[in-house]
């Protein structure tokens, strides 16, 4: 008896994993930004405002990271490209910046 063939399940899964890549790969996304802000700044950053616990002193609120204050993209992207503070292991890829940003920039709208 001849075994039914796997292929077509194969190709699906292929496609699947294309299209699954593709959007992890896609825009900017400041919902993504927020919870990797969440996650990984909000142990001393203020991140939201609904957020509890405490933060750090000397560790700027998000929503102070305006451009009028200074921080352009060019600015928040560069300081976020090496870690700082003892945030070490925790340096966000560039999509994950740029998520970043977008979240930041969606507090000051
Ligand atoms: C372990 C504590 C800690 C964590 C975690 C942390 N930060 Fe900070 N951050 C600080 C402190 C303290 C400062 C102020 C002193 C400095 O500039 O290093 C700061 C400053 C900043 C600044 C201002 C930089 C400037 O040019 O003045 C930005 C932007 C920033 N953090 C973003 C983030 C983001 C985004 C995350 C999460 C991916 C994060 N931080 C995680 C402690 C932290």
């Known amino acids: 008896m001849?075994?039914?063939?796997?292929?077509?399940?194969?190709?699906?899964a292929i496609l699947v994993a294309i299209a699954t890549t593709a959007q992890a790969q896609g825009l900017i996304d400041p919902k993504r930004g927020e919870e990797i802000a969440r996650a990984?700044?909000?142990?001393?950053?203020?991140?939201s405002a609904d957020q509890g616990g405490t933060v750090a002193a000397d560790a700027p609120a998000f929503?102070?990271?305006?451009?009028?204050?200074g921080y352009s993209d060019?600015?928040?992207r560069g300081f976020l490209s090496v870690p700082h503070g003892p945030m070490e292991g925790l340096t966000p890829d560039n999509r994950?910046?740029?998520?970043?940003?977008?979240y930041i920039r969606s507090?000051?709208?």
């Open 96 to 102: 994950q910046i740029g998520d970043l940003i977008a």
């Open 63 to 69: 929503t102070a990271l305006t451009l009028e204050a």
């Open 40 to 47: 990984w700044c909000a142990n001393c950053h203020l991140v």
């Open 74 to 76: 060019e600015r928040l």
């Open 2 to 12: 001849r075994q039914p063939s796997l292929r077509p399940f194969v190709l699906a």
């Open 107 to 109: 507090l000051q709208e």
